[in-house]
Nanobody
Framework: LQLVESGGALVQPGGSLRLSCVGS????????IGWFRQAPGKEREGVSC???????IYGDSVKGRFTTSRDNAKNTVYLQMDSLKPEDTAVYYC????????????????WGQGTQVTVSS
């Protein structure tokens, strides 16, 4: 399994952005895909996760603002981010975990390279 993120950008507070995570490999559809973020000087934080059934979980700081979805035909997981705040500024990573979702970093086998999201006026 390999993962590649894209879609990071500079956006104003209150704006929206959609990140993509494209996967490759024969077992991609079985993996749960998590989104994490890391701001300078802070620990990596779990943002969301979606399993193969498209069941989702979200971190408290993004509930109601972020939505994750997956398109298995395109081997892609999306993170739709709305009502963005300056505190959402971070490098965002997607990662693959066998079968089940978890918002901790435990047991995530594969990580993408990250994409920068900056929320600023």
């Amino acid at each position: 399994l390999q993962l590649v993120e894209s879609g990071g950008a500079l956006v104003q507070p209150g704006g929206s952005l959609r990140l993509s995570c494209v996967g490759s490999g024969p077992t991609w559809n079985v993996y749960a895909i998590g989104w994490f973020r890391q701001a300078p000087g802070k620990e990596r934080e779990g943002v969301s996760c979606i399993n193969k059934f498209s069941n989702t979980i979200y971190g408290d700081s993004v509930k109601g603002r972020f939505t994750t979805s997956r398109d298995n035909a395109k081997n892609t997981v999306y993170l739709q981010m709305d009502s963005l705040k300056p505190e959402d500024t971070a490098v965002y990573y997607c990662a693959g975990r066998w079968l089940a979702c978890d918002l901790s970093r435990r047991d995530y086998e594969v990580w993408g390279q990250g994409t920068q999201v900056t929320v600023s006026s």
